[in-house]
């Protein structure tokens, strides 16, 4: 191991040290992630093909496995510097509460108004969209902070932003609303009767909470059926895992400027862009052979995609409108239960990690959220910061884990994201507070049903 | 003028550099503050009286005019490490939004869970009272910035706090009670039936939303009659704007790392702990002449107790149980409009900054909230933070000082606090949206009325 310098609470590089190309994680795996594929001809999508959801330079993105490192426009390293770099932190006093001999650091992306690491992918989506020449932009939005983190790009790079807000989150957290409103965005709660498919869901399945492949095909559906318009997602797409890299590669700056050597790496996983983004320089290196580390991913019990799904085709959103696309899925039916407080309620994975995940790359753990709300407020109390309930997830795991090496004795170094604040999900804490909060496991009748119903692929 | 260094977005100092003492200033005043007086004697406060009330090293703060630097104690340091130093900005892109030829810079302290400086003040007040081996602290909270911050400080040094939060912060932001709860404070609605003044205001003014003065009056009746507590306040008090120089020392310390010389300096003003603790090194230099700044104190129009009011001894508290401080007041039975959405609600102002204003070395402006809020949509949208209201005053004030340069054609340079952000004001900020907020000033009748009920003191 390296010399350990002192190393303080909290760890920023300089401006000029942010990352100013993106890592692309594909370039260097063997087992490249299964093209998406088009749900009409079956066969593997084509730039053609997204050019009318996705802006045109986002589909080379999207497509290109073998480029390593794509170059930040100049503009939005400029936005970039406005909210990064973002504070690796050692959480001196979570270790010392714990009793541990653990090293534990996170990589803290909660201090921009977004509240998350969204924030890191809307800059360069909103970017692309106004250098094409767009007019808006349309999405979906779960816990709030994908949209809200788009409200705020779209603001700064002047273009419109329509938001469709899964009900639930919508209803549970009315300020987010009011913080993308602020920022100029129109925002619908989904399933709405603006679209084809919110008035069929809405119709099948009255008084539905929403969910987020619901809210995906209410908002593709506006943006193919609108001039001017684009549609842009916050997880699952290569594009995002792309954008996202720039967690990682400051990460892995500052732990290299500090002399840290991670042991373990831990990430909350919904669709993975957290995930992805953070662990993607590591997994370089790990995919290279030039180091290894424990690459964990934490999802809620309530939405297993990794430990209780299976690696398929499926469609990434309730309509069966997108393409399809090859990953750990619950199928694009599951909607988790509505007492399921946090986000990370996508029924699939990243197709990036969902093949890291199937060749070995990486662990998986689901964790309860009454045992996630207790490691956030542990958190909370000893290292100041309030958690997001996602975030709350990798919390669980990296005091777990830090757990076992006060058993073992060992003095091991944990990194894992901290992806954001929970200012707004104080419905959740009161829950929490209460003592009303409760978990839900999906059984595996419901599980079975939904997965019966993945579409069929050769 | 200095050479001016290439200046980043964001200008963090070292963890090595952040400050480890405070700056007292009124040592180099002049005129000192008036003492505050003992109501039942009409002299000045002695250690002894205040002692019940207040922790006793915080009594010593109080009443010392003349020691320039107070150590701050190691364990507050170490504390201080995890959510200091703040950045200093330049908020490049809204010079480039204006096209002013000023540079504007801001100090923003909202990067931590209570949201705001607040944090700095309640780290020193836990302290002192844990080492003094207390059981817990009682306190009161406008808009919850403070509540939320001597939570967390209570967490971190293991103390109970009860927290009296006004009426209408209370039913206006119950998130803020969630995230109290979250580190383990018990929160109470005040005007409350839990003490002698809340049944007694509750019966006079039956509905009343309450007021930062009836609060207070609360805190300190439980805390003085319950064995081991004490009362602690987050701003008005001379201790609080000691602890606070902090904001100035870390500004003026990356200021000059910089090269920055600020022309103007702007800082919102309830109870003054923001302004006076931003100011202080500054107003140091002035005071010893060694350099001039115009100053400014910006409040509200619905609460100016330096525009509109008196300079007279009053009561810090609406029920008159607490010692008379000599200050700007509008009279402790002054209750602004309930339609004010901010803090900065406290009927009168800290005495040092009211020396200081009444000596000529500060300017104050009263501006009204549609146009605080007009200037915190701005600044959002192209600074990306969203600022507390409270903050949002000295942002349209400076502003309006940028404005003037573009007129003038002058390159000043403006340096405002961001005190905090706005998250857990989105209801002020929905009716900003809706289109609902509306102004309110106090008429010169109500003003007459309330300075007219100051105590007689010769």
Not at 177 to 189: F, I, K, L, N, W
Request: aromatic letters at 10%; charged letters at 20%; one cysteine or more.
């Amino acid at each position: 191991m390296a010399a350990e310098k002192k190393i303080p609470y909290k760890m920023y590089l300089e401006e000029n040290e942010i990352p100013t190309r993106w890592y692309n994680v594909r370039a260097d795996m063997k087992n490249k992630p299964f093209p998406m594929l088009n749900p009409g001809t079956g066969k593997p999508v084509t730039a053609e093909d997204l050019t009318p959801v996705f802006c045109a330079e986002l589909v080379e993105q999207e497509l290109d496995n073998d480029t390593a490192y794509f170059d930040i426009p100049q503009e939005i390293q400029e936005y970039y510097k406005t909210f990064r770099p973002s504070p690796l932190i050692r959480a001196y006093n979570l270790e010392k509460a714990l009793g541990t001999p653990a090293k534990i650091y996170f990589k803290f992306e909660g201090n921009n108004t977004s509240g998350s690491h969204k924030l890191n992918s809307a800059s360069a989506q909103a970017y692309y969209a106004k250098k094409q020449g767009l007019k808006g932009v349309t999405t979906e939005t779960g816990a709030g902070q994908w949209g809200t983190a788009l409200s705020m790009a779209c603001a700064y790079f002047g273009l419109d932003c329509k938001v469709f807000m899964v009900k639930v989150s919508y209803e549970q957290k009315p300020f987010r609303r009011e913080v993308m409103r602020t920022y100029g965005a129109e925002v619908t709660p989904s399933p709405s009767m603006e679209t084809n498919i919110g008035r069929k869901i809405n119709a099948e399945f009255p008084g539905t909470t929403g969910s987020l492949g619901c809210a995906i095909s209410e908002a593709v559906e506006v943006a193919v059926s609108s001039e001017g318009y684009r549609y842009v997602l916050g997880s699952v797409l290569n594009q995002v895992l792309l954008h996202q890299s720039v967690i990682g590669l400051e990460a892995k700056a500052a732990c290299d400027k500090f002399g840290i050597e991670p042991d373990i790496i831990i990430g909350c996983a919904g669709g993975g862009s957290n995930l992805g983004g953070l662990i993607a320089p590591f997994m370089g290196e790990k995919l290279r052979g030039e180091k290894d580390y424990r690459i964990v991913a934490v999802e809620p019990a309530s939405c297993p995609s990794f430990t209780r799904g299976v690696y398929a085709y499926d469609f990434c959103d309730t309509g069966m409108i997108t393409p399809l696309a090859k990953m750990y899925t619950l199928g694009s039916g599951f909607i988790p239960s509505a007492n399921h407080a946090g986000g990370l309620r996508f029924h699939g994975m990243s197709p990036v990690l969902s093949q890291l995940y199937h060749d070995g790359y990486m662990e998986a753990v689901a964790v309860e959220q009454t045992s996630v709300f207790e490691a956030a407020e542990q958190f909370a109390r000893v290292e100041g910061i309030l958690p997001a309930p996602e975030s709350s997830h990798a919390i669980r795991a990296a005091i777990d884990e830090a757990l076992k090496c006060k058993e073992t004795g060992e003095e091991k170094t944990i990194l894992f994201g901290l992806t954001g604040t929970g200012y707004f999900d104080m419905v959740a804490y009161q829950q929490y507070n209460d003592g009303t909060m409760t978990d839900t496991i999906p059984t595996d009748e419901d599980l079975a049903k939904s997965i019966a119903a993945l579409p069929k692929v050769e």
